[in-house]
């Protein structure tokens, strides 16, 4: 089965450094998501892109947050510098238009961030 | 921001009953999708049910939709201790510019007693 692949899926990190996560979307996927899962405030979606051009990142935190699709098989999202408030689960989705309408995505299995 | 809401938060029942979760959201949609993340992992698409759906079902799962209610429920039948999850609606919504978003809910935390 297509799998989307995220790495790394852990990562430990002192507050201030610079976190790089990466993406692998689904290959012919058109459409990448990143999202962020705390058990605060759930699934927050961060960013976007369509055909690799970003087309919404108004759920991320401009001034630390990026998020990047430099080909098409591989999306980022960086944080320089993290703050201990960045720790969460970080997921990529990709997708693709469906048929009948509207998008179908696949999630990966996450990069889990803890900021100290 | 957080388009759906699911209800109940938590849920727990023996195995073998039916379990039922709900959703409701604000604003229109192209679909709805259902998701399940078992502990520590990835959200698995279990199910799409389109904007001029009503009902739909995949296996032990019936999804219904009422686009009038801005609802959904997703009934679970014949629960398995292994369907121990939790469980997220979340809809696709067009943004503008030709784009939609995917927005979810907290998600029904979902305990089935062997």
């Known amino acids: 089965d297509a799998r989307v692949t995220q790495t790394p899926r852990h990562k430990v990190t002192e507050m201030g450094q610079e976190v790089t996560m990466r993406c692998q979307p689904i290959l012919g996927h058109n459409t990448v998501f990143w999202y962020r899962q705390t058990m605060m405030q759930g699934l927050e979606l961060l960013a976007y892109?369509?055909?690799?051009?970003?087309?919404?990142d108004s759920g991320m935190p401009k001034d630390r947050f990026s998020a990047e699709m430099p080909d098409a098989t591989l999306a980022t999202l960086k944080i320089q510098p993290s703050e201990p408030r960045d720790s969460a689960v970080y997921f990529c989705?990709?997708?693709?238009?469906?048929?009948?309408?509207?998008?179908?995505?696949?999630f990966g299995s996450g990069t889990r961030l803890t900021v100290v | 921001s957080q388009q759906g809401e699911e209800d109940p938060q938590a849920l727990s029942i023996q195995e073998g009953e039916n379990a039922t979760m709900n959703c409701s959201y604000k604003t229109s949609i192209n679909n709805l999708q259902w998701y399940r993340q078992n502990s520590g992992r990835g959200l698995v698409h279990l199910i799409l049910?389109?904007?001029?759906?009503r009902e739909k079902h995949s296996g032990r799962l019936r999804v219904t939709l009422d686009t009038s209610k801005k609802s959904s429920s997703l009934l679970i039948t014949a629960s398995r201790a292994a369907d121990t999850a939790s469980y997220f609606c979340a809809t696709d919504s067009y943004s503008g510019a030709g784009s939609y978003q995917l927005t979810f809910g907290k998600g029904t935390k979902l305990s089935v007693i062997p």
């Open positions: 989705a990709s997708g693709s238009y469906l048929p009948l309408g509207g998008y179908g995505y696949t």
């Open positions: 892109f369509r055909n690799r051009a970003p087309l919404d």
């Open positions: 049910i389109r904007s001029n759906e």
